[in-house]
Nanobody
Framework: VQLQASGGGLVQAGGSLRLSCLASGRPLNNYAVGWFRQAPGKKREFVAG????????YYADSVKGRFTISRDDSKNTAYLQLSSLKPEDAAVYSC???????????????WGQGTLVTVSS
């Protein structure tokens, strides 16, 4: 499976964006999906994950209550809704597919190209 993230852009603090992760090559419902971000000079960090069924979701403490991960397997797409954005949320956001446990640990063999989120204060 190949993944392509999109939807990034420039937004003011307090604003919202929806990121998409489009899968091709294989059905996305074979995989759990995770979103990660990497800011300049920082390590990549896990942001959110959703199980292959969509029945379980996990979030980093820094985004709980503000970000929502979801998936629409009929569109072979996973989403990350970003709300109440803060300047510290600015980063390149990437999606990955694997089993959920590995994703939460930051591990995957399948990564999509990232999309840049910029938050102005």
């Amino acid at each position: 499976v190949q993944l392509q993230a999109s939807g990034g852009g420039l937004v003011q603090a307090g604003g919202s964006l929806r990121l998409s992760c489009l899968a091709s090559g294989r059905p996305l419902n074979n995989y759990a999906v995770g979103w990660f971000r990497q800011a300049p000079g920082k390590k990549r960090e896990f942001v959110a994950g959703i199980s292959w069924s969509g029945g379980s979701t996990y979030y980093a403490d820094s985004v709980k209550g503000r970000f929502t991960i979801s998936r629409d397997d009929s569109k072979n797409t996973a989403y990350l809704q970003l709300s109440s954005l803060k300047p510290e949320d600015a980063a390149v956001y990437s999606c990955a597919a694997d089993i959920l446990g590995r994703l939460i640990q930051g591990q995957s063999d399948i990564w999509g190209q990232g999309t840049l989120v910029t938050v102005s204060s």
